[in-house]
């Protein structure tokens, strides 16, 4: 396994990253099952660079691949501004299994916080996470996310109902 450094970059909607976020998408369909109960298919690629929710455009999401060397081991959504003018959202955050483990995940969120902390106005993060995931709950609490108390009922294609949690952004 290498263990190289991990580094993030913004990826725009090209054929070559509609490519890599396909096959990431392939390899990663254990998480697609667990929290949706289907396969993935080339309509969750489309939503990974055009999905926003009402009241947020595209120049507030953030596509990303994380990369070791030139290889992208895993991607992520970040979508700022979301519920509040002081908040952004991990909307997604994946690896393929072959690259999980090793603090690769921490260091993709400390590569995410590092971004967010350019935007003046951001001082919060947020994830959503679907209940039944239960590893990216011990994840998300591990790097010092907190939950909320809120819960949103399952609702679109997820399984079960999603946990919000939070954390401040240090300075």
């Not at 080339?42 to 929710?53: C, I, K, L, N, Y």
């Not at 003018?85 to 969120?109: E, T």
């Amino acid at each position: 396994m290498n263990t190289d450094a991990v580094s993030m970059r913004i990826l725009p909607e090209t054929t070559d990253n509609r490519r890599l976020v396909g096959a990431l998408y392939i390899a990663v369909t254990d998480y697609h099952l667990l929290v949706e109960g289907v396969a993935p298919t080339p309509a969750h690629v489309d939503e990974f660079f055009t999905a926003v929710p009402d009241g947020c455009t595209l120049d507030d999401m953030f596509p990303v691949g994380f990369f070791v060397g030139k290889v992208m081991i895993g991607v992520g959504g970040i979508l700022r501004r979301w519920n509040a003018w002081n908040k952004a959202i991990i909307g997604l955050l994946v690896f393929d299994p072959a690259w999980r483990g090793g603090g690769r995940g921490r260091a993709a969120v400390e590569l995410i916080e590092a971004l967010a902390r350019t935007w003046p106005d951001i001082d919060r993060l947020r994830v959503a996470v679907v209940a039944c995931n239960t590893d990216a709950l011990t994840f998300w609490r591990r790097v010092g996310f907190a939950e909320t108390g809120e819960i949103k009922p399952k609702y679109g294609s997820y399984v079960d109902d999603i946990v919000i949690l939070e954390k401040p952004l240090s300075p």
